[in-house]
């Protein structure tokens, strides 16, 4: 590869710095120009969830765990750090560090229990840790989580340069700070030797052990890095929406960012990101399309389904499994194969190519 | 061919006499289980297998099975929470039609294995080594086949009970042509009158077994242990092998006569 | 007393509603090794189709609740033939589709019939309530009861005297060797989907009854429970299921009564993780 090609991902970056000075219309994409603070907050969530989307990859797609579990993490930053600050009367920075060990902490204790068992059983039992997670939010023990009003941040605690609408570019710059942190941290763990013991428990595990190495530590070790960065994450959700709410810790938010990660291609480096960003952006205009006059005036055949933007992401997820394997990153190279193998038909008869003795390919 | 990633099987081409037992052979490695699993439609595969004539290496597993094959896989593929009698009829095949096999045969296989009689209702996971072998080879007795694939029966199992399952293969031939994997060569040497040897994916011997095991430096190249050889003559791209097929795929062309 | 007697059968009656559910995903599982994250879906498809029938369309109640299994039962078959089938090669991607059915259908039908609990029709022959040994118990848990009562019996008969039961117990153990001995076993996978379906379903409709009423979502929050059966009863074992299913609905409402709302829910989490511990493999491992 170009080694200035390498460099490629810097210019979007400058790109997403510069965006809150733009006043750049974009119709149909953002409601109003691309400096606005609605649009800043959209594109910020979007972000987010993009970053969340590759951390949570880095166990799905780099080492092969389906974890489904995951929000409970991204819960644990969330209200760890609001918490902090209500509860323990800790300033945002100190309450932010509390959220995030509260989150690696707990990573670490959850998942040194459910990586003791492999395949559908972990995911199972991630779902269950997860479920209690959420049940334990919804139920307000001692009134502490605010049940199913959740808990706003005081105001009186966070850096006056994080309130108020006049600065959505600080919480949006924010954000774009957290995906560069997630994907480097990604890009850097996946790249370490303990990243290609990951990706040879993903092909199969059993190799791993036969070369007499442990899986569980290196899992563990996945589980923990994935659970913080989302942890992370919750910090940067608490900012750019002032509170937590117990919607955050429910199931349905796992299955979303496995929503995005499979939409986006499992995996891959920008995949996630890409499928984290259109699936927030869709669910965000899903919702105005679904409350839209467009849509009111339809015949009910069409308007049920179309009115409900769940239904709408999970018959897309169905599509995307199907036509789609290998997700929204996987699809340049699905198109360059089908256009070469129409190009060149194979003549048959040709002698097979002669195998490169034990490679596995 | 890719079998977790450790294996690759390419060129094998051989066929199964049409009378008697036919022994495939070949180091550990070699390819010899991968490929009566390609054969059974138990591993993706490409080329041509041809039964009595008709091609059946498009067909999915069960339809391979219902042309008229018998396997005894190499684990032997008993369920051990069934009892005898429950995988023996697990095995019973129905027939449409009617014109061709009949009944289930019990009174052959519990000729051969009086003892599958006396443990019908017992769990063939608590069975021993041995027993479980005749479960297994009785499975493909209840039949009437056209072809009985045995991989590696004799394996780990004690010599008198080998030559209890050698002497019932042999019986089984007189009906039946078998295709036996086998690395115990005395008892190659006992049953098989033709052999094919696969060596790294491949074939590299076919021929008559007595001639192929008088040849000792033959033998010891094919068969034998020590260091890895690397075989004479280049690759075979089997004749009617569909040209540039990604290596994932075995390329197997076996032909049994009727 | 009589506390102890109403949580009981309070209990045994919710574990009758998970068994209904966790059955036919344990049977699922163990055969095909599909994690079916649309079974939630296929229970509320049942008790929106027995509410319907009951409500809209005046059927009476004992029309509505086979109508409404049958519904589910043809949802589940569905399912599986257009999109479980064409994915057989890639186990993964059919837990993802099932996933993306589960999200779907709870909100098709909140699109349909809105977000709030409908009033579930209650025959008066079910409506009243029994006394037993000094305590008042509504008649629907003893339905529930019977209902998983005669599921177990049928399936464990199903199971131990039929050529597709002896298919389905060998399919457990090795699906392959199964194929190898010249059974088609696709024919098995959509029988265990019909079977869990109508399973699924009439625990919608009975469901119905014992809570007094249908929402989109009360199929995904009991999926949850039922998971966390199958893992204890361990995966491919009815009886297991069974013996799971009490334990969790007993443990569930006397600990909830008598530690505080919650509690129970999270007690059921806590004992999956400590038997995972002590038994990876679930209470029998085995299919019985």
Not at chain 1, 177 to 205: C, D, F, M, Q
Not at chain 1, 341 to 358: H, L, Q
Not at chain 3, 128 to 141: D, F, I, M, S
């Amino acid at each position: 590869m170009h080694a200035a090609l390498r460099w490629w991902p810097i210019a979007p970056l400058i790109t997403l710095l510069v965006a809150p000075y733009s006043a750049l219309p974009v119709p149909g994409l953002l409601d109003g120009p691309l400096g606005s603070p609605g649009s800043l907050q959209l594109i910020a969530l979007c972000l987010l969830y993009g970053a969340l989307a590759t951390g949570y990859d880095l166990l799905l797609g780099r080492t092969g765990l389906l974890s489904f579990g995951h929000a409970l993490y991204f819960a644990t930053g969330l209200y760890g750090t609001d918490l902090g600050m209500l509860e323990l009367r800790l300033p945002f920075a100190a309450a932010a560090a509390f959220g995030v060990a509260c989150t690696a902490l707990l990573a670490l204790l959850l998942g040194s229990v459910s990586l003791r068992v492999t395949g559908i059983g972990f995911s199972m039992v991630t779902l269950a840790f997860a479920q209690a997670g959420a049940i334990l939010v919804q139920r307000n023990p001692g009134g502490v989580t605010g049940g199913e009003e959740g808990r706003s941040a005081p105001a009186e605690l966070l850096p006056s340069g994080l309130l108020g609408i006049e600065n959505t570019a600080n919480l949006y710059w924010i954000a774009v700070g957290y995906l560069v942190l997630t994907v480097a941290a990604v890009h850097w763990a996946v790249h370490s030797p303990a990243g290609r013991v990951w990706e040879g428990i993903k092909e199969n595990e059993r190799r791993v052990e036969v070369l007499g190495l442990r899986p569980y530590g290196y899992k563990l070790v996945a589980f923990v890095l994935s659970g913080a960065l989302a942890g992370v994450g919750g910090v940067v959700y608490l900012l750019l929406t002032g509170g937590a709410t117990p919607q955050a810790a429910g199931s349905d938010a796992t299955l979303a960012l496995l929503v995005m990660v499979v939409l986006g291609g499992t995996g891959t480096r920008w995949g996630p990101l890409l499928g984290g960003v259109l699936y927030t952006w869709a669910g965000h205009r899903l919702g105005d399309l679904a409350n839209s006059n467009a849509v009111a005036d339809l015949p009910a055949v069409l308007r049920v389904p179309l009115s409900q933007p769940l239904f709408l992401l999970g018959a897309l997820f169905v599509a995307v499994v199907y036509l789609l394997p290998g997700g929204l990153a996987g699809l340049p190279a699905r198109i360059r194969a089908a256009r070469s193998a129409r190009s060149v038909r194979t003549p048959t008869g040709v002698p097979a190519a002669r195998p490169t003795g034990g490679t596995p390919a | 061919m890719v079998i977790d990633g450790l294996h690759i099987l390419h060129g094998v081409d051989f066929d199964v006499a049409s009378a008697g037992v036919t022994a495939l052979l070949g180091r550990n490695g070699a390819g010899k289980t991968t490929t009566v699993k390609a054969v059974m439609g138990l591993v993706p595969r490409t080329g041509s297998i041809r039964l009595s004539g008709a091609e059946i290496s498009s067909l999915s597993t069960h339809l391979v099975v219902r042309h008229g094959i018998g396997y005894a896989p190499e684990d032997r593929g008993i369920f051990a929470g069934l009892t005898v009698a429950e995988n023996l009829r697990l095995a019973e095949r129905e027939v449409r039609g009617g014109a061709e096999a009949g009944e289930p045969n019990y009174a052959l296989v519990h000729e051969l294995f009086p003892e599958l009689k006396a443990r019908a209702g017992q769990l063939a996971g608590t069975l021993s080594g041995g027993q479980q072998q005749m479960v297994a080879i009785g499975r493909t007795l209840l039949n009437r086949n056209r072809l009985i694939i045995a991989d590696e029966p004799t394996k780990g199992l004690a010599p008198k009970i080998v030559s209890e399952v050698a002497e019932v293969l042999a019986r089984a031939a007189e009906a039946v042509p078998v295709l036996l994997v086998e690395q115990n060569l005395a008892l190659v040497r006992r049953l098989a009158g033709t052999c094919a040897v696969l060596a790294d994916g491949r074939t590299a011997h076919r021929g008559d077994t007595a001639e192929l095991l008088a040849d000792e430096e033959a033998a010891r190249r094919l068969l034998g242990v020590g260091s890895r050889h690397p075989l004479a003559g280049g690759p075979r791209s089997s004749s009617t092998s569909s040209a540039a097929s990604p290596a994932a795929t075995p390329v197997v062309t076996t032909e049994v006569r009727p | 007393m009589d506390t102890v007697v109403l949580l009981s059968c309070t209990g045994l009656g919710l574990g009758a509603l998970y068994f209904l559910v966790a059955s036919g995903l344990s049977l699922i599982f163990g055969l095909m090794d599909v994690l079916n994250f649309a079974h939630g879906a296929l229970l509320s498809i049942g008790a929106y189709a027995t509410w319907w029938a009951g409500t809209e369309a005046g059927f009476s109640f004992w029309l509505a609740v086979p109508f409404g299994t049958l519904v589910g039962t043809a949802a589940a078959v569905m399912l599986e033939l257009f999109l479980i089938r064409p994915l057989y090669s890639r186990p993964r991607d059919q837990i993802l589709a099932t996933v993306g059915v589960g999200l779907a259908v709870p909100a098709l039908l909140m699109g349909i019939w809105g977000a709030d609990a409908r009033p579930f029709p209650q025959p008066a022959l079910l409506a009243g309530t029994w006394h037993v040994l000094g305590a008042t118990v509504p008649v629907n848990r003893f339905v529930l009861l019977a209902a998983a009562a005669l599921l177990l019996l049928t399936l464990r008969l199903f199971l131990a005297r039929t050529r597709y039961g002896l298919i389905v117990r060998a399919g457990v153990e090795d699906r392959a060797m199964v194929t190898a001995l010249g059974i088609d076993v696709r024919r098995a996978f959509t029988l265990v989907f019909a079977i869990g379906g109508a399973a699924a379903a009439l625990g919608g409709a009975l469901g119905g009854l014992y809570f007094g009423s249908v929402n989109p979502g009360q199929g995904t929050s009991l999926l949850i429970f039922a998971f966390v059966v199958v893992v204890m009863g361990g995966m491919g074992s009815v009886t297991g299921a069974a013996a799971a299913s009490a334990g969790v609905g007993l443990v569930q409402q006397f600990a909830n009564y008598y530690t505080g709302t919650g509690l129970g829910d999270l007690s059921v989490v806590v004992l999956l993780a400590v038997l995972l511990l002590v038994r990876p493999r679930g209470l029998t491992g085995r299919l019985a």
